[in-house]
């Protein structure tokens, strides 16, 4: 008796001291001197880098805002939300601890603004949640576990052509109206994920509700979390919905999972970061951006892959304004990630989707992947386009001459079944094994 008793008061003890470490007994707050578009600045002691802060508005309201920069004795804060309200000399306390989100599976099948809050109109019960930061670090070069199991997608051209393996970073380029939007629906619901996260940056409005019940669907759904931020909201909680949707993929890889980010566009989250950065007075450079820019994707994009816990896959969509592949994000995430695949207007323009460019697209893992025969039936396949494409000007006119080329003859009379083979609509379902069985059988007796 007197035993339990003396655990009981212990346990007692230890509640309150708990809750009188977590608890603060006093708080500064600081008066904003100055408001110039979305740059706030404020006097208050003790702030740091990445520090949100609230701001109390006239009517009551209280506005996040984070630190950004310092000048002099003065902070620079960045609204993540509108300023409306804000005046000189409204207060200002900080949480003295950067942007967090809560985690858990309470989160599939839910749609969140990158502050962890419920946009879909239903509740959510956060009680018992684990409370993550946004801005978490990439896993150590020697703790990645190097890349061996394969990554079904569920779309033929890519697990035939351009085969993903678990825990791979590819880019997918694409001009606007190709079917980007469209090839992530099919890849959300019939790759072999446990965990779909999809980042949807500065889109319309109308496109989210579209993309969840078209493209996504209920299947998608279910097994799916969307961190959304559309383009009429400020460029910094933009920018903060990447970073929202790698730490939900963060969460879920540690529980052990297979995880597939889906990130549509990094493109308009540079555009975000770019007016971040020019606020705050950076100088710009190519097309505008300021260097920060650079070295940002480089240290978001490295978070993804695998752990020794579990693995993210992750697809960054790129927007290629005009198809110009020489624009600077096309060309730093082209060096950043592990393979690219290309959506060509060309392509689609003939009517054929997913309209992706086979040779102009690669999967850098592929070779140490993929087995022997896979790898032999690929080559073969992108031989004949080669060879047909090379020549499909003469062939469209009629000047080629069958028999002239018994190699082309041969690409001429494959190209119904090659074509057949990279179309596919978005309600059909496929596994590996049977592309990989098919596209070998298909090739077995072809000698190019």
Same mark, same amino acid.
């Given at each position: 008796?007197?035993?339990?008793?003396?655990?009981?008061? $212990?346990?007692?003890?230890?509640?309150?001291?708990?809750?009188?470490?977590?608890?603060?007994?006093?708080?500064?707050? +600081?008066?904003?001197?100055?408001?110039?578009?979305?740059?706030?600045?404020?006097?208050?002691?003790?702030?740091?880098?990445?520090? =949100?802060?609230?701001?109390?508005?006239?009517?009551?309201?209280?506005?996040?805002?984070?630190?950004?920069?310092?000048?002099?004795?003065?902070?620079?804060?960045?609204?993540?939300?509108?300023?409306?309200?804000?005046?000189? +000399?409204?207060?200002?306390?900080?949480?003295?601890?950067?942007? !967090?989100?809560?985690?858990?599976?309470?989160?599939?099948?839910?749609?969140?603004?990158?502050?962890?809050?419920?946009?879909?109109?239903?509740?959510?019960?956060?009680?018992?949640?684990?409370?993550?930061?946004?801005? *978490?670090?990439?896993?150590?070069?020697?703790?990645?576990?190097?890349?061996?199991?394969?990554?079904?997608?569920?779309?033929?051209?890519?697990?035939?052509?351009?085969?993903?393996?678990?825990?791979?970073?590819?880019?997918?380029?694409?001009?606007?109206?190709?079917?980007?939007?469209?090839?992530?629906?099919?890849?959300?619901?019939?790759?072999?994920?446990?965990?779909?996260?999809?980042?949807?940056?500065?889109?319309?409005?109308?496109?989210? %509700?579209?993309?969840?019940?078209?493209?996504?669907?209920? #299947?998608?759904?279910?097994?799916?979390?969307?961190? !959304?931020?559309?383009?009429?909201?400020?460029?910094?909680?933009?920018?903060?919905?990447?970073?929202?949707?790698?730490?939900?993929?963060?969460?879920?890889?540690?529980?052990?999972?297979?995880?597939?980010?889906?990130?549509?566009?990094?493109?308009? !989250?540079?555009?975000?970061?770019?007016?971040?950065?020019?606020?705050?007075?950076?100088?710009?450079?190519?097309?505008?951006?300021?260097?920060?820019?650079?070295?940002?994707?480089?240290?978001?994009?490295?978070?993804?892959?695998?752990?020794?816990?579990? /693995?993210?896959?992750?697809?960054?969509?790129?927007?290629?304004?005009?198809?110009?592949?020489?624009?600077?994000?096309?060309?730093?995430?082209? *060096?950043?990630?592990?393979?690219?695949?290309?959506?060509?207007? %060309?392509?689609?323009?003939?009517?054929?989707?997913?309209?992706?460019?086979?040779?102009? /697209?690669?999967?850098?893992?592929?070779?140490?992947?993929?087995?022997? $025969?896979?790898?032999?039936?690929? *080559?073969?396949?992108?031989?004949? =386009?080669?060879?047909?494409?090379?020549?499909?000007?003469?062939?469209?006119?009629?000047?080629?001459?069958?028999?002239?080329?018994?190699?082309?003859?041969?690409?001429? #009379?494959?190209?119904?079944?090659?074509?057949?083979? =990279?179309?596919?609509?978005?309600?059909?379902?496929?596994?590996?094994?049977?592309?990989?069985?098919?596209?070998?059988?298909?090739?077995?007796?072809?000698?190019?």
């Amino acid at each position: 008796m007197v035993s339990n008793y003396a655990e009981y008061v $212990e346990n007692i003890r230890q509640r309150v001291k708990n809750k009188l470490d977590t608890t603060k007994l006093y708080s500064f707050k +600081g008066t904003v001197s100055k408001l110039l578009g979305l740059t706030v600045e404020v006097k208050l002691p003790g702030l740091k880098i990445g520090d =949100l802060c609230y701001i109390e508005t006239n009517d009551g309201q209280k506005k996040p805002a984070e630190v950004a920069a310092f000048k002099g004795e003065v902070a620079q804060l960045l609204l993540l939300l509108d300023g409306a309200g804000i005046g000189q +000399g409204s207060l200002v306390e900080t949480t003295g601890s950067p942007i !967090c989100i809560p985690v858990g599976d309470f989160l599939l099948g839910r749609l969140i603004n990158p502050m962890g809050e419920p946009i879909d109109g239903k509740p959510m019960n956060t009680e018992g949640a684990l409370w993550r930061n946004i801005e *978490g670090p990439p896993p150590g070069p020697f703790e990645r576990p190097i890349i061996t199991e394969m990554f079904s997608t569920g779309v033929r051209a890519i697990d035939g052509c351009m085969t993903m393996g678990c825990g791979q970073r590819l880019g997918l380029f694409a001009g606007s109206g190709v079917g980007k939007s469209t090839l992530l629906g099919m890849i959300a619901r019939n790759s072999d994920a446990d965990v779909n996260v999809v980042a949807l940056i500065g889109e319309r409005g109308r496109e989210v %509700k579209e993309f969840i019940e078209d493209s996504l669907g209920v #299947e998608g759904m279910r097994k799916s979390v969307i961190v !959304c931020s559309t383009g009429d909201q400020p460029p910094l909680i933009r920018q903060k919905a990447l970073l929202a949707a790698t730490a939900v993929c963060e969460y879920f890889r540690d529980k052990g999972k297979k995880v597939f980010l889906m990130t549509d566009t990094v493109t308009r !989250c540079a555009m975000a970061g770019r007016e971040v950065g020019l606020s705050l007075g950076e100088p710009p450079t190519m097309k505008g951006y300021p260097p920060s820019i650079f070295s940002w994707l480089q240290k978001v994009l490295e978070r993804a892959g695998n752990s020794p816990k579990g /693995s993210i896959t992750a697809l960054y969509t790129v927007l290629m304004e005009g198809d110009d592949i020489s624009d600077p994000i096309v060309d730093i995430v082209r *060096g950043i990630v592990d393979g690219h695949i290309f959506l060509s207007r %060309k392509v689609a323009e003939s009517n054929h989707y997913p309209a992706i460019d086979v040779l102009g /697209s690669i999967s850098r893992l592929m070779s140490s992947i993929a087995s022997p $025969e896979h790898k032999s039936a690929a *080559g073969k396949m992108r031989a004949m =386009l080669s060879l047909y494409r090379e020549n499909k000007d003469l062939i469209d006119v009629g000047m080629y001459q069958p028999g002239s080329n018994p190699r082309l003859d041969i690409a001429i #009379e494959m190209m119904p079944q090659i074509n057949a083979f =990279l179309q596919q609509r978005t309600s059909d379902s496929v596994t590996m094994e049977s592309t990989i069985q098919t596209l070998v059988d298909m090739m077995a007796n072809i000698e190019i």
